[in-house]
């Protein structure tokens, strides 16, 4: 029972540099979404999704890219890293947004 | 604008202690209550919810909650706290447009 799979769980990059966190879930949920967790912060929604080819912005968007071509798969892009952008990113789903929501382990990124 | 509150950033209790955690919330409808756990270095579990019906809600872990529509509040309580309790808790609330706003977290820590 995989439930929501998100990989790596730890990366180091360098400012400037892309790349992609992965988010896998088994659990036919049409609702995704992706948090970034901050000291104090609390999470702060990046993007979401509710179903495959709808995407829409979260509280804080900018730098970061998504795309839903299935129902399964919910990848986060970060296009030019940047150190305000170290943080612990989780990725979770739903059957929809009222409905509890299952949690990733986390990435934990770090931008220097 | 809809937010949700824990004015306790952290909350020091002895073991076998009773626990309160506060979660105060501005939203103009009836809300989705959720209760979040997270234990260090994971991600978040689902402690309770609350959508409608009885105002007392029973979770995981003999947690339970209580809505109470007057205060705009879904406080947390335990009658007796364990060391496994130990960690960070957040509030949410579901929102109309998608997305769920998040409270701060509260960090409980266990006196021996």
């Known amino acids: 029972n995989a439930g929501v799979t998100q990989t790596p769980k730890f990366q180091v990059l360098k400012t400037g540099q892309s790349m992609t966190l992965q988010c896998a879930q088994d659990m036919n949920h049409e609702y995704m979404s992706w948090y970034r967790q901050d000291p104090g912060m609390g999470l702060r929604l990046i993007h979401y999704?509710?179903?495959?080819?709808?995407?829409d912005q979260g509280e804080v968007p900018n730098g970061y890219n998504v795309s839903r071509s299935t129902t399964e798969d919910f990848p986060l892009r970060l296009l030019s890293a940047a150190p305000s952008q170290t943080s612990v990113y989780f990725c979770a789903s739903s059957p929809d947004v009222n409905q509890p929501q299952h949690f990733g382990d986390g990435t934990r990124l770090s931008i220097l | 604008a809809q937010s949700v509150t824990q004015p306790d950033i952290h909350i020091t209790v002895s073991e076998g202690a009773s626990l309160e955690l506060r979660c105060n919330y501005s939203y103009g409808a009836t809300p989705y209550l959720f209760w979040y756990v997270q234990s260090p270095g994971q991600g978040l579990q689902l402690l309770l919810k609350?959508?409608?019906?009885d105002t007392l809600v029973q979770g995981i872990k003999g947690f339970e909650a209580e809505f109470k529509r007057s205060q705009s509040s879904f406080n947390l309580r335990k009658p007796s706290v364990h060391w496994s309790d130990a960690a960070e808790y957040f509030c949410a609330v579901g929102a109309s447009n998608y997305q769920l706003i998040w409270g701060a977290g509260t960090k409980l820590i266990i006196k021996p």
């Open positions: 609350y959508f409608s019906g």
């Open positions: 999704s509710v179903g495959a080819g709808i995407t």
